[in-house]
C-alpha cells in the first residue's frame, strides 16, 4: 500500500547545529505538509508545500518539495532548545471513494543545550 | 479563535464505564476528526466528518461511538473499552476535506482505561 517513510526516527544534536529530517512516499503526492509535536503536547501545523521543487522558509526552517512530488526534507539550521520536538510529514492519499492524510512515523528530535 | 478544545484533558476509566470527550471548534471549519496516538507513533486517524455526516470511519471498533451534534461540536462516545485503547486522543479540524489547508489539533484528552 501507499506508504510515507521518514528518516531519521531519532536525531540528537548538540545546540547550534543543523538538523534534516527526511520524507519520501511510495506514490506521488498532491501536497505535503510538516507538523511539529513537543513532548507531552499536540501537533502543531507548521507548513504545506504544493509545487514542484517548492521551498519555503520560516525563520531557521526550511522546508523543500522534491521534483517529482515524492519527497520532501525539513532542514533547521543553529538548533535551539525550543526546536526540540517530533517532526511529522503527511501527504494525502486515496481511500477508496475517499483521500486521507497518510503520515510519516515522525523524527524526534533531541538537542543538547 | 483559532483553537480547537478538547474536554476533558485527563480521563481514567474503568472497562465498565461509559464516558465521553467532547471537542469544540469555532472557526468555520467544516471537517472534524478523531484521532489516536499511542506514544512514539504517529497519529492514527479513526473517523472524519465533514458538514456534519461521518465521511470516513476506519474500522474502529463500535466501542468508540462518534457524534457531531452541529458544525462546531465533535463527540466520541466510550464504552465498555479495553486497557489497550489508552492513548492520547487528539480531535482536529480543517477548513474542508480539500487538503489546501493544514488540521488545527485540539490538545487532547489522556485517556487510560484500567
Known amino acids: 500500500g501507499q506508504q510515507v517513510m521518514q528518516i531519521p526516527q531519532y536525531q540528537h544534536v548538540q545546540e547550534g547545529e543543523d538538523f534534516t529530517t527526511y520524507c519520501n512516499s511510495s506514490?506521488?503526492?498532491?501536497?505535503i505538509q510538516w507538523y511539529k509535536q513537543r513532548p507531552g503536547g499536540h501537533p502543531v501545523f507548521l507548513i504545506q508545500l504544493v509545487k514542484s521543487g517548492e521551498v519555503k522558509k520560516q525563520k531557521r526552517l526550511t522546508f523543500q518539495f522534491g521534483e517529482a512530488k515524492k519527497n520532501s526534507s525539513l532542514h533547521i539550521t543553529a538548533t535551539q532548545t525550543t526546536d526540540v520536538g517530533t517532526y511529522f510529514c503527511a501527504g494525502p492519499i486515496n481511500a477508496g471513494n475517499n483521500r486521507k492524510l497518510i503520515w510519516g512515523l515522525g523524527t524526534s528530535l533531541a538537542v543538547n543545550p | 479563535d483559532t483553537e480547537v478544545t478538547q474536554t476533558p484533558k485527563h480521563l481514567v476509566m474503568g472497562m465498565t464505564n461509559k464516558k465521553s470527550l467532547k471537542c469544540e471548534q469555532h472557526?468555520?471549519?467544516?471537517?472534524m476528526y478523531w484521532y489516536k496516538q499511542k506514544a512514539k507513533k504517529p497519529p492514527e486517524l479513526m473517523f472524519v466528518y465533514s458538514y456534519e455526516k461521518l465521511s470516513i470511519n476506519e474500522s474502529v471498533p463500535s466501542r468508540f461511538s462518534p457524534e457531531c451534534p452541529n458544525s462546531s461540536l465533535l463527540n466520541l462516545h466510550l464504552h465498555a473499552l479495553q486497557p489497550e485503547d489508552s492513548a492520547l486522543y487528539l480531535c482536529?479540524?480543517?477548513?474542508?476535506?480539500?487538503?489546501?489547508?493544514?488540521?488545527?489539533f485540539g490538545s487532547g484528552t489522556r485517556l487510560t482505561v484500567v
Open positions: 472557526m468555520g471549519h467544516r471537517a
Open positions: 482536529a479540524s480543517s477548513q474542508d476535506l480539500d487538503f489546501n489547508y493544514g488540521y488545527t
Open positions: 506514490t506521488t503526492l498532491s501536497n
